[in-house]
């Protein structure tokens, strides 16, 4: 197990290896022992539960094509009601059936992944850490105008470390609005779905200044309405047509967006192909990123030996987000103020 070959960056991989070895692969061999013994019980359940299911789907079949029948007036209307109830009677019975063919491989892929996941996250420092379902105070990104006043924000999940002596923070967050419905049901509407980074910063200010994206003059005076700063005009066309920024204070954010500031805000931007926004706040950068991609999903499968392989390529490709965002903004460097 502590041969394999891993997909991650050049500069990692024998460290990594060597990490690994010491580290990961003792912790695999007794969750892989325990994969074996679930798969043969699964192989064992199938002989009872397969027939199951495949009666119970063509039972569904025959009622429909009976209610079908009535439909059409080829079967008398009096075996309605009872066909109703054999279409969806068996619908409970394949339903238990799969829950428990899947409850005790879940168990043990949440075990496992709980158990692996942290031991491999220390390989980036001690205070590496990833927190599901956690518990964030969000009005101070509602106030920033950084995320939008909704009815329910929740962060998934919470990855927290240090990378280049800049402490950071990751929210998978997600924001929407809900709305009952004439039939009683509750509808949402997404309106936020995406990445919250929060990050502190070698560098010395006071302000508040806030860059969010260019919308037209119209929505740009409307955005403008909402917040308490002003509005900062810079000289760099390219960043104006990208970013509209509002700060407390002028020459401060004029010093904060100094020209390299600004060309990597641009080149992060076209890297993530995003509309990203930030907010220079508290001595800490916060950034915004909409995405549809869901960070840290468990990649065990039960068909495979339990090495912890996919995860941990998946861990360096999703902390590389983050390490990419602090390299091409130069977050460790004591530029500006």
């Known amino acids: ?62 009622a429909f094509a009976g209610l079908l029948g009535v439909q059409f007036m080829l079967v008398p209307m009096d075996y309605f009601v009872p066909l109703m109830i054999v279409a969806f009677l068996p619908a409970p019975v394949i339903a238990l059936a799969v829950i428990a063919s899947g409850k005790e491989s879940d168990e043990l892929y949440n075990a496992a992944f709980e158990k692996l996941y942290p031991i491999s996250l220390k390989y980036f420092g001690d205070d590496f850490a990833l927190t599901r379902a956690p518990k964030v105070d969000f009005s101070t990104f509602i106030e920033l105008g950084l995320l939008p006043k909704t009815d329910k924000q929740y962060a998934q999940n919470c990855l927290k470390g240090t990378y280049k002596k800049v402490p950071f923070q990751f929210y998978e967050v997600d924001a929407y609005n809900t709305k009952s419905n004439d039939n009683g049901s509750v509808q949402r509407e997404t309106i936020f779905n995406g990445v919250l980074l929060v990050c502190n910063i070698p560098k010395r200010f006071n302000s508040t200044t806030l860059l969010v994206t260019d919308k037209g003059s119209l929505k740009n005076r409307l955005e403008g309405f909402k917040t308490k700063l002003l509005r900062v005009k810079l000289e760099d066309v390219r960043f104006e047509r990208s970013f509209e920024v509002y700060s407390s204070d002028q020459v401060e954010a004029r010093y904060l967006l100094n020209p390299l500031m600004m060309e990597s805000l641009l080149a992060l931007s076209r890297e993530l192909n995003a509309e990203v926004e930030a907010c220079f706040y508290q001595k800490q950068l916060l950034i915004k990123i909409p995405t549809k991609h869901h960070f840290f999903i468990n990649q065990l ?31 460790d460097k004591h530029t500006g103020l």
């Open 1 to 62: 197990m502590s041969s394999i070959e891993f997909d991650i960056p050049e500069d990692h991989r024998i460290a990594f290896q060597k990490y690994y070895k010491q580290k990961i692969a003792p912790k695999c061999g007794p969750f892989e022992a325990k994969r074996e013994g679930v798969n043969q019980r699964r192989r064992e359940n199938a002989k009872f539960t397969t027939p199951i299911y495949y009666i119970c789907i063509t039972v569904i079949l025959g």
């Open 301 to 331: 499968d039960l068909d495979r030996p339990i090495n912890f392989k996919r995860n941990i390529e998946q861990m360096f490709t999703e902390l590389g987000y983050t390490f990419s965002i602090i390299d091409t903004l130069k977050l």
